[in-house]
């Protein structure tokens, strides 16, 4: 999948506290936000709050990607 892309913005734990004020300063609607983290389902549930606090639409705006259990040699580009 190509997106346009303007800058990518890496985070080590945006289901925390301060992760959530980061999302909430930064998430616009209508933008496509790529999450690598880990199963979809827990993601949902974890960044959740960030998104509301930015009041957007996760279910419209977030394209999740597990990563867990992942190694470089499994990743394909």
């Not at 303007?6 to 945006?14: I, N």
């Not at 009041?55 to 190694?71: G, H, W, Y």
């Amino acid at each position: 999948m190509e997106l346009p892309h303007d800058y990518m913005l890496l985070h080590p734990r945006l289901c925390e506290e301060n992760g959530e004020n980061l999302m909430a300063d930064l998430l616009k609607d209508g933008v496509a936000y790529i999450t690598p983290a880990c199963k979809e389902e827990k993601q949902k549930k974890l960044l959740r709050d960030g998104f509301q606090r930015a009041n957007v639409q996760m279910d419209s705006n977030r394209k999740p990607v597990t990563i867990r259990d992942v190694t470089a040699g499994t990743i394909h580009c």
